[in-house]
């Protein structure tokens, strides 16, 4: 072969390799970087927490939760997730869920759960379980105790391919004493605000507009006696405290009623001193519920009245705004074998954090029937407009609204006299096609008011600022 026609055979060659190389599949050569690790596929995450605390000589529950947080659907699914938990020597293995494949008790003192194929995980997917132990009577105070997860993945089916795995260990320690706080809100998903406005109205002091509770539960350890002990709930400056205290059980039978003191940044503490608990206090904790609120504004310290006694507003700070997050802190301390113990989302923030209501304008949505409807020809309305406000409990009421020049109001022959209250200037929105949508069918004569029926129409009723309402039609 000629040099010339040899060159040109061996670019040939050359350009075919290329091509060929090019062909390739594009997966295979991004499955893994130059150290042979996986890259792309799923991508796990191991979140493990104790939803239930170690008392000494009690029990404690741990919640693990597994997900893929891998970025693409089909391609990043992990197969057969299989995931081992080691509870150490000093807990004993009380129950699961779901119930685990196998449970194999370790010449160490440990055991180990194993849940073997349990589920594939698609991207965004998770998968969750509980286990529960009691600790052993040797466990102190000044013992660890650590619980170790892992959990792993194939990226396929028949496990041909590379595996996938996480592990975590949790530790943490026995407890003397233990407290938990939880909201019990009185609107859904989100709390409602407004209470305290006025001066004069249901929404100051006790009894406020869109109350709720707060339950603290303080709990003994199984084994001794706790001195001293004194449980403390401090609400953000967003939450009023209203008071009405309860306690479930009162062994010592202290005072109810809280100290109170107002803090430099507008939050109030409530303290109770509960005295020496004993491991009756273990089956037996004391639960304190108590009233709260959220009202219209902040708290601050100007606002004196908070530290004396329950008030709800009104309160002096900026306004609490949608979805404005509102946690509230806890705290138990005392002594333990001469020795300074304490529980809550201060002392131990990663098993005890602050319980959150999320501030929320309710809005409720009505439909009603008029019996009838007054027209009459009427300059527009100004851009401040009079409104009625109502009670709670009745939905019906006057409306006035403004579209194309025409006063229009409903009769509301089912209002009482007595549920009308003093009418508050409200400013109006701007008349649009959205406004007074209801279809009228006008009878008479222009300027002569007919009455008129109407098709049913949609009523948007939100409470303003606690106890008052305003009503707008759409």
């Known amino acids: 072969m000629q040099p010339g026609r040899r060159t040109i055979h061996h670019m040939w060659i050359l350009a075919l390799s290329v091509m060929v190389v090019a062909l390739l599949p594009v997966a295979s050569v991004m499955a893994q970087d130059v150290t042979g690790t996986v890259v792309g596929g799923p991508v796990l995450t191991l979140n493990q927490r104790v939803s239930e605390e170690p008392l000494l000589a009690g029990q404690i529950r741990y919640s693990v939760t597994v997900r893929n947080q891998g970025a693409t659907p089909v391609n990043d699914k992990g197969y057969n997730l299989t995931i081992s938990n080691t509870l150490p020597a000093g807990l004993t293995y009380v129950s699961a869920d779901p119930t685990p494949t196998a449970i194999t008790p370790q010449a160490t003192g440990g055991t180990v759960l194993l849940w073997d ?10 998968f969750g379980f509980t286990v529960l132990a009691a600790l052993t009577s040797t466990l102190t105070v000044a013992d660890q105790i650590s619980n170790t997860v892992v959990a792993r993945v194939n990226q396929a089916p028949d496990n041909s391919g590379s595996w996938v795995q996480i592990s975590n260990s949790l530790t943490s320690r026995p407890q003397a004493i233990d407290i938990e706080l939880s909201a019990l809100q009185s609107t859904a998903d989100e709390q409602a605000t407004g209470a305290g406005e006025y001066a004069a109205a249901p929404g100051r002091g006790p009894n406020a507009d869109w109350a709720f509770q707060y339950r603290a539960t303080v709990r003994n350890n199984n084994v001794g006696t706790t001195q001293g002990v004194t449980a403390r709930v401090t609400l953000p400056p967003g939450v009023a405290y209203l008071g009405n205290p309860v306690f479930s059980s009162n062994p010592n039978s202290v005072g109810t009623t809280p100290a109170l003191k107002l803090n430099q940044d507008g939050s109030l503490q409530l303290s109770w001193s509960l005295g020496n608990l004993t491991p009756a206090q273990y089956a037996a904790p004391i639960a304190i519920t108590f009233d709260a609120a959220i009202p219209y504004r902040y708290r601050t310290v100007t606002d004196t009245m908070a530290k004396d006694s ?3 507003g009104p309160m002096s700070g900026d306004i609490i705004v949608q979805d404005a997050a509102l946690p509230a802190g806890y705290e138990a301390t005392g002594v333990y074998n001469l020795a300074p113990t304490a529980d809550g989302s201060e002392s131990t923030p990663a098993d005890d954090a602050p319980a959150t209501v999320t501030a929320e304008f309710m809005a409720l949505h009505k439909v009603q029937r008029p019996q009838s409807l007054a027209l009459a020809p009427r300059r527009p309305m100004p851009s401040t407009t009079m409104y009625p406000s ?15 020049g025409q006063h229009m109001s409903m ?3 089912a209002l009482r006299r007595e549920a009308l209250k003093p009418t508050r200037l409200l400013r109006a929105r701007p008349p649009s096609p959205g406004i007074c949508r209801p279809a009228i069918r006008r009878q008479g004569k222009r300027g002569a008011s007919p009455s008129a029926p109407v098709s049913m129409m949609s009523m948007r009723v939100e409470p303003w600022r606690g106890s008052q309402w305003s009503l707008g039609m759409y």
Not at 118 to 124: K, S
Not at 391 to 402: A, E, L
Request: charged letters at 25%; one cysteine or more.
């Open 390 to 404: 109502i009670t709670r409990s009745r939905m019906v009421c006057w409306s006035m609204c403004s579209r194309m």
């Open 411 to 413: 009769a509301a022959p």
């Open 310 to 312: 329950p008030f709800a």
């Open 117 to 126: 194929n349990v589920v594939d995980l698609e991207v965004n997917e998770e």
